[in-house]
């Protein structure tokens, strides 16, 4: 089983590294692929079975998008076979339509998913969630520059109860498109959602996923989850 | 900017604001200015100024030096204006601007230090021009409010004057880039034994050229992105160190050499951070035309303020009160490593949560970029870690390779003075944030009462 990560040297903020060190410290069996900036994606020559790519800046952005227009039709190819997909906070938009600047210039994106970015640098969102996806709940933080927009209410990820969606005025967050997820959620993520990460790699094929300090793991998510569930409740 | 009626009031208003908090014993640092400026949103530029004025910023270290500035000049007989006793946002900046001036705006002092917040820049910037800027670094800070480096780093660079002499760090490969075209003065501390070929730390964010995106090459790392590389794509190099000072930290001090000789200095602490703060305020001071001696006579005499650091020894364990700014990864991991290098059996209490989210739930992606790792240390027996986010330090010390039977979880942190060993230990370290000086002195004497309790029935 391959897991190829995308740009760790600069797609890391927010501790996202600990997302595929996690996964693969969970799956000792999987090699892990940490493709550089000057590296060929080796997605592009060969099959791997989940890319991930995490925070960066809005430079970054640009650079990760420069780097794979190229391959925009093998990514397109891989997200309709099926492969699993892990983009988290903005890595998300690079796969959007575009990403509009305060001033109204706009950078192209991959356009594999219909959706579009709109940045506002001098305003920072901060917000923390709980979001319902199939069985489990999932909690993380959002802090962004930058927000989606468009409709997504046939393919968003998980509907969030506490917090907000795509945008501020949404509900919906994230993209899923087959197995792509894309969430502009941070945590790190999967640190945060120990059942997320069980699904994962079931999706990979790991027939009883078994986590690393699963336990441990267990009650920081539901002290998280409770806390949350509080919160919720102070509000009304 | 001229004075008008609209300034007028906000003066006269700041100015009672801040007579009626100091009567009812309040800390008038922030309110008078806040007061003033939504009074008259430009308030800060009709006041009028002191003659020089220095700003230090950057992520770390930006306190503790204006605290040294502020007290060599003082010994040197200035007087100098300071927003030392409060905020360093714009309102703090113009609070300390009211009380320095008369009831008609006149400036009455001639030199001013001020911290300024990072995120403040623009505010404080468009007003207030410093003749002198200091950075002291800039890495990952809290992601709420700074994002990452690459955007304070612009949000500083585009709010600084053009004619400010920059005052920056030559071994910190982002801050030392700030306003390019500036007269500027680099300071660095030359190779330490401690140095490394690489980066150890989860946290490294200049691993890539910021110009031509190549992969730079360290000809050593010091901490994080600290350290001296080029590119060999580009020839962007760090650059060359104006003042560069060699630390003796058996001898405890440290010489610096520039186009004004060599000269010597006592350190104040055996830390690589602060040594890079003592060098940034030699830099400053010497390039404002204070002698080597004055500085070095101050240095001889100060002290790391007592809520950041302190120690008390009892029955033979030193008791060790360390302020660890939570959020701020990096501060973390240098203090991390520093217990680490100490010598003796150590004990470690971890509670750094931010009290402000007390009962609710705080982001903790700063935990994930922090290196636990170097607590994973065999002269550290006991690893104690408390308060609502006591779960997530558990988990993150576990994978830092931690072994679990060195792990106690409290919910209180005053339970956890209770989960130590202190049978053959050396130093216990208590790792608190800025919020909660009261619970670590709570803490702290708790600590000291079982070593005394020990004491007596021995």
Redesign the interface.
């Known amino acids: 089983m391959k897991i190829e990560v995308l740009f760790p040297?600069?797609a890391n903020?927010?501790?996202d590294?600990?997302n595929w060190k996690?996964l693969s410290?969970c799956m000792p069996e999987a090699e892990l692929i940490e493709t550089?900036?000057?590296d060929e994606p080796r997605f592009a020559s060969e099959k791997v079975d989940m890319i991930i790519m995490g925070a960066m800046?809005?430079?970054g952005q640009e650079?990760a998008i420069k780097k794979l227009m190229p391959h925009r039709d093998r990514l397109r190819e891989l997200i309709d076979g099926g492969v699993v997909f892990l983009m988290t906070a903005n890595a998300g938009e690079v796969f959007c339509e575009y990403i509009e600047n305060e001033d109204g210039s706009r950078i192209a994106g991959l356009g594999l998913v219909p959706l579009h970015a709109k940045r506002d640098?001098m305003h920072?969102l901060?917000s923390?969630q709980l979001c319902a996806f199939e069985d489990m709940e999932l909690v993380g933080?959002k802090?962004e520059?930058s927000q989606l927009y468009g409709d997504n209410s046939d393919f968003y990820f998980a509907e969030a109860k506490y917090g907000i969606g795509i945008n501020k005025k949404s509900k919906l967050e994230g993209v899923r498109i087959k197995n792509y997820f894309a969430t502009s959620m941070?945590?790190?993520f999967l640190?945060m959602n120990p059942p997320f990460v069980k699904y994962l790699m079931a999706l990979l094929g790991v027939k009883e996923p078994k986590l690393?300090?699963e336990e441990?793991?267990m009650?920081?998510y539901e002290?998280?989850r409770a806390?949350?569930i509080?919160?919720m409740g102070d509000k009304k | 900017m001229k004075k008008n009626l609209r300034f007028i009031i906000a003066l006269i208003f700041g100015k009672l604001a801040m007579w009626l908090q100091k009567l009812l014993g309040m800390n008038a640092s922030y309110f008078p200015g806040k007061l003033a400026i939504k009074l008259c949103p430009d308030f800060l530029g009709r006041i009028d100024k002191p003659k020089t004025i220095i700003t230090v910023t950057g992520t770390n270290g930006k306190t503790t030096c204006c605290n040294m500035i502020l007290d060599v000049l003082s010994d040197a007989g200035f007087k100098v204006l300071n927003n030392r006793a409060g905020s360093n946002t714009d309102a703090g900046i113009a609070t300390s601007l009211i009380s320095g001036s008369t009831l008609g705006g006149k400036a009455k002092f001639e030199y001013a230090v001020f911290e300024v917040d990072e995120r403040s820049s623009l505010r404080i910037y468009k007003y207030v021009h410093p003749d002198y800027a200091v950075c002291t670094n800039l890495f990952?800070d809290s992601?709420?409010?700074n994002?990452?480096p690459?955007?304070i780093f612009s949000f500083i660079d585009s709010a600084l004057p053009d004619d400010t002499h920059m005052i920056l760090n030559a071994d910190d490969p982002i801050s030392s880039r700030l306003k390019k075209d500036n007269k500027r003065s680099y300071f660095s501390l030359s190779r330490l034994p401690t140095d490394r070929d690489e980066c150890v730390n989860?946290i490294n964010d200049m691993?890539?050229c910021p110009y031509c995106?190549?992969?730079l090459q360290y000809e050593y790392v010091r901490y994080h992105h600290i350290g001296k590389m080029k590119c060999p794509g580009c020839g962007f190099a760090s650059p060359k160190a104006d003042y560069l000072a060699s630390p003796d930290y058996e001898k405890r001090c440290f010489t610096v050499r520039s186009d004004k000789g060599e000269e010597e200095y006592p350190l104040i602490n055996d830390s690589v951070f602060n040594t890079y703060n003592q060098v940034t305020v030699v830099t400053l001071l010497r390039e404002l035309g204070l002698s080597a001696e004055n500085i070095a006579k101050s240095f001889s005499h100060m002290s790391i303020v007592k809520s950041r650091y302190t120690n008390v020894e009892k029955n033979g364990v030193e008791v060790v009160t360390n302020m660890t700014k939570g959020q701020n990864p990096v501060a973390c991991s240098i203090v991390f490593d520093y217990i680490r290098s100490e010598p003796g059996v150590k004990e470690v209490i971890v509670m750094l949560d931010d009290l402000t989210y007390k009962?609710?739930?705080e982001?903790?992606?700063?935990?994930?970029?922090a290196d636990f790792e170097f607590l994973n240390d065999e002269s550290i027996k006991r690893i104690v870690v408390g308060g609502?986010r006591m779960?997530?330090y558990?988990?993150r010390l576990?994978?830092a390779g931690v072994p679990e039977e060195k792990i106690r979880c409290v919910e209180h942190e005053t339970d956890a003075p209770a989960e130590l060993e202190l049978d053959g230990t050396d130093k216990v370290f208590i790792l608190h944030d800025l919020t909660t000086p009261q619970l670590t002195k709570q803490v702290r004497d708790g600590i000291l009462a079982r070593l005394e309790e020990k004491e007596a029935q021995a």
């Not at chain 2, 982001?363 to 970029?369: A, G, K, L, Q």
């Open positions: 040297e600069f903020l927010f501790g590294c600990w996690y410290r550089g900036y000057n800046t809005e430079h650079l640098m920072r901060n923390t933080f802090a520059f941070v945590g790190p640190m690393e300090f441990t793991n009650a920081a002290r998280r806390d949350i509080r919160m | 990952r992601i709420q409010r994002a990452h690459e955007f989860i691993r890539a995106g190549g992969k009962k609710t739930t982001i903790v992606t700063w935990v994930y970029d609502v779960h997530d558990h988990l576990l994978l």
